[in-house]
């Protein structure tokens, strides 16, 4: 659209600049931050903080810790937590699991089923993942000022709440 709000079929900038290539841009910048600060952190576990800054570690790794909660949860649980096929989550708790952040327990409920949970490394991790957040959504409020990182922050809520 131009000025006048008439449609102009050689301005292709809104390609570029659409609020949904915008929030993704966000959101790959966030992770990235969260994941350089892994790699340094003292708090991290040393092998995994070795991965973050080798770029072993990436955003699957980061839906991992974000989606499996305390108490632990199926592959199938936690694949549509996070939004995978369970096939690729299977792998990447393949991958989590021989790295020591989790680990396949018994389900209490189905003798059947098994349960991903953190092991004691895994919670060292997701601590020193709650300080990487921490940090990095102070870098953004510092970057974009308290009033507007507040307005982003409800606003982005009600919109992934979908109301």
Known sequence: MDDTG????????????????????ALRRFDTRVLAL??????APLALSHLAARDKVGAAHVHLTRHLPLAGARLTELAQAAGMSKQAMGDLVDQCEAWGLVA???DPHDARARRIVFTPLGL??????RA??????????????AEVATVVALGLEIYAGGG
């Not at 008439?6 to 841009?25: I, T």
């Open 6 to 25: 008439a449609h102009n079929p050689q301005d292709d900038r809104w390609r570029q600049m659409h609020l949904g290539r915008l929030m993704g841009h």
């Open 132 to 145: 990487a957040v921490a940090q990095a959504e102070d870098e953004f409020r510092a970057a974009v000022g």
């Open 124 to 129: 060292d991790w997701l601590a020193a993942f």
């Open 104 to 106: 396949r327990t018994a």
């Open 38 to 43: 892994m790699a340094a952190s003292s708090q």
